[in-house]
């Protein structure tokens, strides 16, 4: 069963200052991983995804750096803000088509 | 719709009892996925649907729990006898192509006293 780590547990972050949260996985069914941002009384929702024929990924203020040889993958937030504010969760490929998720990364940004 | 709904959204149920967590898709999404999160964890992976069968349900912890999708869109979870550790939110997402996107509803609260 894949297992998926993620470091670190919490984050704290100046306004402005970059968030960096680190996501290990152990194998792959396919090629697709993404970061899912969670807010409270809600369900996970999308952030940004990367599928591993490329190193890296930019959309806005988030970038996903991928590396295929170590099965690690890295969620990067630029200028971060205090709306920034939440629950990231790494996810890896598991058998059939479905997502093994990391336990979360609590992030605060600090105005 | 233009989300995934789920309801309730919140359920309190005695231990021992019978409880249905309702959930409806995007319009158009064929694969849809349950997945359970306790507090300060990850979601964990319960069964994945694609249109009506369920392709895996291997994260599905015992037979006390059932999943139906009869239409290929509205889906329901079963769970039976429930225990206090069933207490979790049940978050239920689809997606249009499975192995890809997911968008998931707020999910519903259960509490098992």
């Known amino acids: 069963q894949q297992q998926v780590k993620q470091s670190p547990q919490s984050l704290i972050v100046q306004k402005g200052g970059i968030s960096i949260i680190n996501c290990a996985y152990e194998?792959?069914?396919?090629?697709?991983f993404p970061w899912y941002q969670q807010f409270p009384g809600k369900g996970p929702a999308l952030l940004i995804a990367i599928r591993p024929d490329v190193s890296e990924k930019k959309e806005g203020r988030f970038t996903i750096s991928f590396n295929k040889s170590a099965k690690q993958f890295s969620l990067h937030i630029m200028d971060s803000q205090p709306g920034d504010s939440a629950t990231y969760f790494c996810a890896a490929p598991a058998r059939g088509q479905n997502f093994v998720f990391g336990p979360g990364t609590r992030l605060s940004v600090l105005p | 719709g233009a989300g995934v709904s789920q309801t309730p959204s919140n359920k309190v149920t005695e231990k021992g009892k019978y409880v249905e967590l309702r959930c409806d898709p995007i319009s158009g999404h064929t694969a849809l996925y349950w997945y359970r999160q306790s507090l300060g964890q990850g979601p964990e992976f319960l069964i994945y649907?694609?249109?009506?069968?369920?392709?895996?349900d291997s994260g599905l912890p015992n037979d006390r729990f059932f999943a139906v999708r009869p239409e290929g869109s509205v889906s329901t979870l079963k769970i039976q006898r429930t225990e206090r550790g069933d207490s979790a939110v049940y978050l239920c997402?689809?997606?249009?192509?499975?192995?890809?996107?997911?968008?998931f509803g707020s999910g519903t609260q259960l509490s098992v006293l």
């Open positions: 194998n792959t069914a396919f090629d697709y």
């Open positions: 997402a689809s997606s249009l192509i499975a192995g890809e996107k997911l968008f």
């Open positions: 649907f694609q249109g009506t069968g369920a392709a895996d």
